[in-house]
T-cell receptor
Framework: GQQVMQIPQYQHVQEGEDFTTYCNSS?????IQWYKQRPGGHPVFLIQ?????EVKKQKRLTFQFGEAKKNSSLHITATQTTDVGTYFC??????????FGTGTSLTVIP | EAQVTQNPRYLITVTGKKLTVTCSQN?????MSWYRQDPGLGLRQIYY???????DKGDVPEGYKVSRKEKRNFPLILESPSPNQTSLYFC????????????FGEGSWLTVV
């Protein structure tokens, strides 16, 4: 199946530091969705990006879709302990199949 | 309250004993899907359905069956479970896979011994 690579796999940051996770594909993506999964929880939809170069913000979270629609990033400014969890990117192709990245597990040290 | 409900949440079973994990949503969603989550592999789609009586294979359908007889229910069937199907399973639903929020159930931990 199609591969969506996500890096880094793990990230430990001090509370207050910034955090970024990257999602890359060798092929052009139809769209990119981002999810957050708290430890022991289920994935929760955060946002979807569709347009080339699109940037969306949710409070301290900034989501970007690359100009070539082959990569995306999620940046968190001034992390808090409530940001702990695993962040997944996913592509939903026009055939309704979902391809998830392997996720980035974020630990925030108080 | 809008929700996706899976049962059972936890199950230990033996190889070859047929089991069904139920999934129900109360949001009148057309789209429903099953995923399995394994360490280092992220979430992989098993099957999905765009409407009643319409199902399609995802990335890892081998060893699984699904049915969509009613809009609200999408059970996952393991006819003859094997240890490599030990995993965390999630059901999800939405109005469509593109452009709409997808809601996940709480997850079902399945262990096959």
């Amino acid at each position: 199946g199609q591969q969506v690579m996500q890096i880094p796999q793990y990230q430990h940051v001090q509370e207050g530091e910034d955090f970024t996770t990257y999602c890359n594909s060798s092929t052009t993506l139809s769209n990119i969705q981002w999810y957050k999964q708290r430890p022991g929880g289920h994935p929760v939809f955060l946002i979807q990006l569709v347009k080339s170069g699109e940037v969306k913000k949710q409070k301290r979270l900034t989501f970007q879709f690359g100009e070539a629609k082959k990569n995306s990033s999620l940046h968190i400014t001034a992390t808090q302990t409530t940001d702990v969890g695993t962040y997944f990117c996913a592509e939903a192709n026009t055939g309704n199949q979902f391809y998830f990245g392997t996720g980035t597990s974020l630990t925030v040290i108080p | 309250e809008a929700q996706v409900t899976q049962n059972p949440r936890y199950l230990i079973t033996v190889t070859g004993k047929k089991l069904t994990v139920t999934c129900s949503q109360n949001m009148n969603h057309e789209y429903m899907s099953w995923y399995r989550q394994d360490p280092g592999l992220g979430l992989r789609q098993i099957y999905y359905s765009m409407n009643v009586e319409v199902t399609d294979k995802g990335d890892v359908p081998e060893g699984y069956k699904v049915s969509r007889k009613e809009k609200r229910n999408f059970p996952l069937i393991l006819e003859s479970p094997s240890p490599n199907q030990t995993s965390l399973y999630f059901c999800a639903s939405g109005f469509g896979s593109t452009g709409n929020t997808i809601y996940f159930g709480e997850g079902s931990w399945l262990t096959v011994v």
